[in-house]
């Protein structure tokens, strides 16, 4: 059974539809705590990499040291070709772990959206132009260099990129499940409107890009 560590920074952001087709398809998920000061595991011991949001900046390692094991981790599992996949702050430090810069952004992008898929890749160009997202994030970060850039938006140009053939990032979120939705709602900035209706349209697209991951590194 592979071994997958999944990097979690807050109680409200979990791996979602992620992790439920991970486990469909036998994984064997491992959850790191790092809002709980837990240690990232040793490369050699994960067959893959999933890397969620949080609140935090990549540049907040003063108040966030474990963001450095988290780099350290990330750039090895890189040199391995291991499959990774970032979310939201984990788009951003695969970014950083790949040697790009991450800095704010021109404006707080929150709510649902769309990005703008700009490639036939495997897993995003079959995804249709428009891709429904859940945004929610005021960083950005330089496209990593020998990276091909997959979605943007007006806002962000860099919204989903992939390293290789195993590693991608996505600045927004596709994982967000029934489930997950109930926990993560709570804690959106009180005047943004986040509906089922939303909700069901970004895991109805969302579904098919996380299968499309799992069979393009299986």
């Known amino acids: ?30 959850i790191n705590r790092m809002d709980l000061g837990q240690e990232v595991p040793p490369v050699e011991e994960i067959d893959g990499l999933i890397v969620m949001g949080g609140p935090m900046g990549v540049m907040d390692t003063a108040e966030h040291p474990g963001l450095l094991a988290e780099l350290a981790l990330i750039e090895a599992a890189l040199r391995r070709e291991l499959p990774v996949i970032g979310v939201c702050l984990g788009a951003q430090l695969l970014a950083a772990a790949a040697g790009a810069r991450v800095y704010r952004g021109p404006e707080e992008e929150v709510g649902a959206g769309t990005v703008t898929v700009t490639t036939d890749d495997p897993v995003l160009g079959q995804a249709g132009t428009e891709l429904p997202v859940l945004h929610w994030h005021g960083d950005t970060f330089d496209l990593p260099a020998g ?21 991608y990032g996505l600045q927004f979120h596709v ?17 943004v409107e986040f509906t089922e209706a939303q909700r069901r349209e970004i895991e109805s697209s969302g579904i098919p890009v996380i299968s499309r991951f799992f069979d393009l590194v299986a």
């Open 1 to 30: 059974m592979p071994t997958w560590a999944v990097l979690q920074h807050v109680s409200f952001e979990t791996p979602a539809l992620i992790g439920t087709e991970a486990e469909r398809r036998g994984i064997d998920l491992r």
């Open 147 to 167: 990276a091909e850039l997959l979605a943007s938006s007006d806002a962000y140009p860099h919204q989903a990129f992939r390293i290789g053939e195993r590693a």
């Open 175 to 191: 994982e967000i499940g029934r489930e997950a939705a109930a926990t993560l709602l709570p804690h959106l900035p009180e005047d």
